[in-house]
């Protein structure tokens, strides 16, 4: 039979496809059998026809029900994952999708978690799941069940179809509200992105997956907290400077209209002075260390120019006490009352910073060299110092 099947010539017809499904109906238990009638399904369901029609023969029971049959056999389970997720992928009719498939491919995952092949196979079938039965996964999905899948595929970075599959069941199950939101919770948005910067996103495939993810969780309230901490902005412009199809292209376009990024952003920091809490701007100066604070945007506009036309008074004042400058034409521009308030806030940040300096040279007054060298290094901005002055 499977030699059959794997003839580039074969055609597989109704009687042919019938036959199988009786077979593994009755003879499922047999491991040896199991693996090689789920070995053709998974070939042959590849016609979408051949697929439609095993499934009216509700033959996706009898591979569900292996699951449990042959639950330490990874070799059998591997062909059953994949008979499965060429199945799922064309069900219109999720009656036909038995109740206990999602939690059953769900345990054959974290059991066989160190093998590749099950994990590749096992989620590439839910992802299909997550897809023909929103409802019925999105209230099986719990918080400790995504955190686990995240640890496992933090294991298979290096892999561009687990990767891949992963971010097509983010993307699929974040098209629910509560769960993308469970997701936010356990810093998906900053997992993506580290996938999305590793190896595994070599493949156009893989980086839409992982896109997609994203695109689905932009419109969740803390994506843009999440998003500056982990260099997200920088990591898109990296991958729109690459030769992308058009997919990709979109799918970048449409998380920065879902978050409502300015296209002219260029860095974390001209996001959070933007639109973030003060805290976001602040660990982006901490922990960024090697940041031009007063990079200027597409269009030649700093984080703190950004800060000043939003009316962000204390991003300003914080700006301005880590060493960044603005244009006088941005002040110029303002309303005379907009005008009264930022200017208090310049000011609160320049005797932040000319405090922050003196306590550094009382620190050495007998060394008179050392003085002039440290006040030379605070005054060109050294992330952090004056930070933590100002936040006591």
Same mark, same amino acid.
């Given at each position: 039979?499977?030699?059959?099947?794997? &003839? *580039?010539? +074969?055609?597989? =017809?109704?009687?042919?496809? !019938? /036959? $199988?499904? #009786?077979? @593994?109906? %009755?003879?499922?238990?047999?491991?040896?059998?199991?693996?090689?009638?789920?070995?053709?399904?998974?070939i042959v369901a590849l016609e979408e026809s &051949? *697929?439609? +029609?095993?499934? =009216?023969?509700?033959?996706? !029971? /009898? $591979?569900? #029900?292996? @699951?449990? %049959?042959?639950?330490?056999?990874?070799?059998?389970?591997?062909?059953?994952?994949?008979?499965?997720?060429?199945?799922?992928?064309?069900?219109?009719?999720?009656?036909?999708?038995?109740?206990?498939?999602?939690?059953?491919?769900?345990?054959?995952? @974290?059991?066989?978690?160190?093998?590749?092949?099950?994990?590749?196979?096992?989620?590439?079938?839910?992802?299909?799941?997550?897809?023909?039965?929103t409802s019925h996964v999105s209230a099986a999905?719990?918080?400790?069940?995504?955190?686990?899948?995240?640890?496992?595929?933090?294991?298979?970075?290096?892999?561009?179809?687990?990767?891949?599959?992963?971010?097509?069941?983010?993307?699929?199950?974040?098209?629910?509200?509560?769960?993308?939101?469970?997701?936010?919770?356990?810093?998906?948005?900053?997992?993506?992105?580290?996938?999305?910067?590793?190896?595994?996103?070599?493949?156009?495939?893989?980086?839409?997956?992982?896109?997609?993810?994203?695109?689905?969780?932009?419109?969740?309230?803390?994506?843009?907290?999440?998003?500056?901490?982990?260099?997200?902005?920088?990591?898109?412009?990296?991958?729109?400077?690459?030769?992308?199809?058009?997919?990709?292209?979109?799918?970048?376009?449409?998380?920065?209209?879902?978050?409502?990024?300015?296209?002219?952003?260029?860095t974390s920091l001209h996001i959070a002075a933007?639109?973030?809490?003060?805290?976001?701007?602040?660990?982006?100066?901490?922990?960024?260390?090697?940041?031009?604070?007063?990079?200027?945007?597409?269009?030649?506009?700093?984080?703190?120019?950004?800060?000043?036309?939003?009316?962000?008074?204390?991003?300003?004042?914080?700006?301005?006490?880590?060493?960044?400058?603005?244009?006088?034409?941005?002040?110029?521009?303002?309303?005379?009352?907009?005008?009264?308030?930022?200017?208090?806030?310049?000011?609160?940040?320049?005797?932040?910073?000319?405090?922050?300096?003196?306590?550094?040279?009382?620190?050495?007054?007998?060394?008179?060299?050392?003085?002039?060298?440290?006040?030379?290094?605070?005054?060109?901005?050294?992330?952090?110092?004056?930070?933590?002055?100002?936040?006591?």
């Open positions: 039979m499977r030699k059959l099947v794997d &003839n *580039a010539t +074969f055609e597989a =017809n109704e009687s042919y496809l !019938k /036959s $199988i499904a #009786k077979l @593994l109906k %009755y003879y499922r238990k047999d491991a040896t059998f199991a693996y090689n009638a789920c070995h053709v399904v998974s &051949n *697929a439609q +029609f095993l499934i =009216n023969l509700d033959i996706m !029971k /009898s $591979i569900v #029900k292996m @699951l449990s %049959y042959h639950k330490d056999s990874k070799r059998c389970l591997v062909k059953a994952c994949a008979a499965l997720w060429n199945l799922v992928s064309v069900c219109d009719d999720t009656c036909k999708i038995p109740s206990d498939c999602f939690e059953l491919l769900w345990c054959t995952l @974290l059991r066989h978690r160190k093998s590749k092949q099950v994990v590749h196979t096992a989620i590439g079938a839910l992802a299909n799941l997550a897809v023909a039965t999905i719990r918080s400790k069940y995504l955190k686990i899948l995240k640890d496992i595929v933090n294991k298979y970075t290096s892999s561009s179809e687990i990767c891949s599959h992963f971010g097509a069941f983010v993307a699929n199950i974040c098209v629910n509200q509560h769960n993308a939101e469970k997701c936010m919770n356990l810093e998906f948005v900053q997992f993506l992105v580290k996938l999305l910067r590793s190896k595994c996103s070599r493949t156009p495939q893989a980086k839409k997956h992982l896109l997609a993810a994203l695109h689905n969780l932009a419109d969740v309230s803390g994506f843009l907290e999440h998003f500056t901490i982990c260099k997200g902005i920088e990591t898109l412009k990296s991958i729109l400077l690459e030769n992308v199809d058009q997919d990709i292209s979109n799918y970048i376009e449409g998380i920065f209209n879902y978050a409502s990024i300015s296209e002219s952003a260029t933007f639109g973030c809490k003060l805290e976001s701007v602040v660990y982006v100066l901490m922990n960024n260390y090697d940041i031009d604070i007063d990079e200027t945007d597409a269009e030649g506009n700093t984080a703190c120019d950004l800060a000043i036309q939003n009316g962000r008074e204390k991003v300003v004042e914080v700006l301005v006490a880590s060493g960044a400058t603005f244009k006088e034409d941005t002040f110029a521009e303002l309303e005379e009352n907009d005008k009264k308030r930022i200017n208090r806030s310049v000011n609160r940040g320049n005797r932040h910073r000319i405090k922050s300096r003196d306590v550094i040279e009382t620190l050495v007054t007998n060394h008179s060299k050392m003085i002039h060298d440290m006040s030379s290094v605070i005054t060109e901005f050294i992330p952090g110092v004056e930070m933590l002055l100002i936040l006591n």
